[in-house]
């Protein structure tokens, strides 16, 4: 990640972040460290397959470790108090009808650390995150897709 790029994120994907980070620090950190303690009392380090499994588990603890301290570092919190609730934005919930299939689908605009598709999770950089930025209920909008364009009218625009 490029240092300094801020990334918005709704307050609870921000505190998501936080918890994760608070987690890996002190509850991850202690059980790796019981994890080595034990691995060692086996005796010789050279041919221990849990010692080595278990420094291997806290490099990846650390690199997480650094990996959310630059995000929450570069994070930036919409204040969903402050924005029109009619525009879909940031912490939006937006239903829309593809047009062309008669689907309804439901969108819940996230910053893209907190996209998760099996709950309609999507960032507001992605394809049709992007044009339902700024949409208000009644709009359409014709949007590229890598499978191809998808026409959405927006039904409803809400917040949490």
């Given at each position: ?38 691995a ?7 041919e221990?397959a849990?010692?080595?499994?278990a420094?291997?588990?806290?490099a990846?603890?650390?690199?997480r ?39 309804e ?34 709009e359409?909008?014709?949007v ?17």
């Open positions: 990640m490029a240092k300094g790029k801020k990334i918005s994120y709704t307050q609870q994907g921000y505190q998501q972040l936080v918890d994760e980070l608070q987690y890996l620090k002190i509850e991850k950190r202690e059980k790796i460290k019981n994890d080595i303690a034990v060692r009392s086996f005796g010789d380090l050279s221990n849990e010692y080595d499994e420094r291997n588990e806290q990846k603890n650390e690199a470790i650094k990996e959310l301290e630059e995000l929450l570092e570069n994070a930036v919190i919409v204040d969903e108090n402050t924005l029109d609730t009619s525009v879909a934005g940031l912490g939006s919930t937006v239903r829309v009808l593809d047009t062309d299939r008669n689907e689908t439901t969108y819940l605009l996230v910053g893209s650390n907190e996209v998760d598709p099996l709950e309609g999770k999507i960032s507001d950089q992605s394809p049709i995150g992007a044009a339902l930025i700024d949409m208000r209920e009644g359409e909008a014709a590229e897709t890598p499978a191809g364009t998808v026409h959405l009218r927006v039904l409803e625009v809400s917040r949490i």
